[in-house]
């Protein structure tokens, strides 16, 4: 499906917001129908108003104590899953509610995960405000919207072979090149940390290296792509499997913001390469084992004390080609640790970034596009824990402490060459559903990078 805004017509219906507290316009006050119905504006609430022939003829939305308002991001996305099938105008919307952050929640509510059963049908959808641009914002959308097909879809239709033909086929609508090393070649090619992890899997391991642009900075993405993590030897228990699905949400976050970019003509701007390492973590008689020492691309060694910790590796060999091009801003997103989400929970991914400047123009964006984002430190005195007695670097140090710094830690060391680099350890899977996010895979940090791009890179 794709995000749409409803055509300015006679036929839209008006939406009053109301904060808590706050009268009801004139406009719409229906004879005293909202005070009859029981509407005090509490955030959510809805109040459908009937003309007098017996139809409707608009709606009052609740926006709550505007004190509390952060407590809700993408508030008037509520409007969206509540309203009635129509075209809707909204008549008014207080200062403290930004009208992009407004517009594009509703669209993003929109979404509907249809592939193996039908939809809700039709929809409320929102004339897009006056002052934001439409054209932008389903473009972001857009976006948004295939990340999260590719992390919804079951491992069965989304292995390797399916996620490069997923990145094939936007390859193609924007214009990039896109070239893919599979199997025996990546040994040929020097990528053996991916072929070691993905070679226990039916479909074979592959590197799909996209294209676009030959004006102005560099920029690198590299997606986490394990399409299904069974944790090989070290098996994952049947809970810890369930979600597992998601653990290319890296390289979907990633394909989604190659789009968010294409469609917003950044990519005129920027010499765009996407890397996207694509394996499945399997068990079979040639799987890698705990003990194994890997020799990485860049010539590391690397001592394997846990093969559940295998994102990690197969990003290596990815960082370390992007790092030889020396690019302006080298930036992985990878669904790698649950450390993450015990610091900081589902909805807040982590990020790191040595070069200050960088940091705070992407925590500002973050914050400014309602795509949180929180920095954690590169933490030097933490070298020691990724360093093992047989091997120059260790795959899954123990203790259990400081496990996504730790994994940060790890991928720097292949990124060493490019002039900026962020890494972003995102969960790509919203738990509950949530205003702008229903429940299911949900793209995280792309919007935020997006809107830092400008600065960053100026």
């Known amino acids: 499906m794709q995000p749409e805004f409803a055509p300015p017509s006679s036929e839209t219906l008006p939406l009053w917001t109301v904060a808590k507290g706050d009268p009801v316009p004139d406009a719409a006050q229906a004879g005293g129908w909202p005070d009859a119905s029981g509407f005090i504006g509490n955030a959510g609430q809805i109040c459908l108003l009937p003309s007098a022939d017996g139809g409707l003829r608009g709606a009052l939305f609740g926006l709550g104590d505007p004190a509390r308002a952060k407590r809700d991001r993408f508030l008037l996305a509520r409007a969206a899953s509540g309203l009635p099938a129509g075209d809707w105008r909204l008549m008014n919307l207080p200062d403290w509610l930004d009208a992009d952050e407004t517009a594009l929640g509703w669209l993003l509510a929109s979404y509907r995960f249809d592939r193996y059963k039908a939809g809700g049908g039709a929809k409320a959808r929102l004339v897009a405000p006056d002052g934001v641009d ?190 030889e091009s020396k690019p302006d801003l080298l930036v992985s997103y990878a669904t790698l640790t649950g450390a993450a989400r015990v610091a900081l929970g589902p909805d807040i991914p982590p990020f790191y970034c040595d070069d200050d400047a960088t940091a705070t123009a992407l925590q500002s964006a973050a914050m400014a596009v309602a795509d949180p984002l929180w920095r954690m430190p590169f933490w030097d005195p933490y070298e020691p824990l990724i360093e093992p007695d047989i091997a120059d670097l260790d795959n899954a140090p123990g203790g259990g402490m400081a496990g996504s710094i730790t994994a940060a830690l790890f991928l720097r060391r292949f990124a060493e060459g490019a002039g900026r680099y962020v890494h972003l350890d995102i969960y790509g899977w919203a738990p509950k559903p949530a205003p702008g996010r229903t429940k299911g895979g949900t793209g995280q940090g792309a919007r935020a990078l997006l809107a830092a791009l400008p600065q960053v890179l100026a």
Do not use: W, Y
């Open 134 to 323: 439409a054209g932008r914002l389903l473009a972001i959308a857009a976006g948004e919207f295939l990340t999260r097909d590719l992390i919804n879809t079951p491992a069965n239709d989304m292995g390797p072979d399916a996620l490069e033909q997923a990145a094939r086929d936007l390859a193609g609508q924007i214009g990039a090149k896109i070239t893919v090393t599979t199997g025996e070649a990546l040994l040929r090619d020097n990528f053996p940390l991916i072929h070691t992890v993905g070679r226990a899997a039916a479909q074979e391991p592959r590197l799909i290296d996209m294209t676009l642009g030959d004006n102005g900075p560099t920029l690198v993405l590299v997606g986490k792509g394990v399409c299904f993590d069974t944790g090989g030897l070290n098996l994952k228990p049947g809970a810890s499997m369930a979600l597992m699905k998601k653990d290319m949400g890296g390289a979907a976050t990633v394909l989604g913001l190659v789009k968010m970019l294409a469609l917003t003509g950044a990519t005129d701007r920027l010499r765009l390469r996407v890397l996207i390492p694509a394996v499945e973590n399997s068990v079979a008689g040639n799987a890698f084992r705990p003990g194994d020492v890997l020799t990485s691309r860049q010539g590391l060694t690397v001592e394997i004390n846990n093969t559940d910790a295998e994102g990690r590796l197969v990003l290596a060999d990815a960082l370390a080609l992007a790092a």
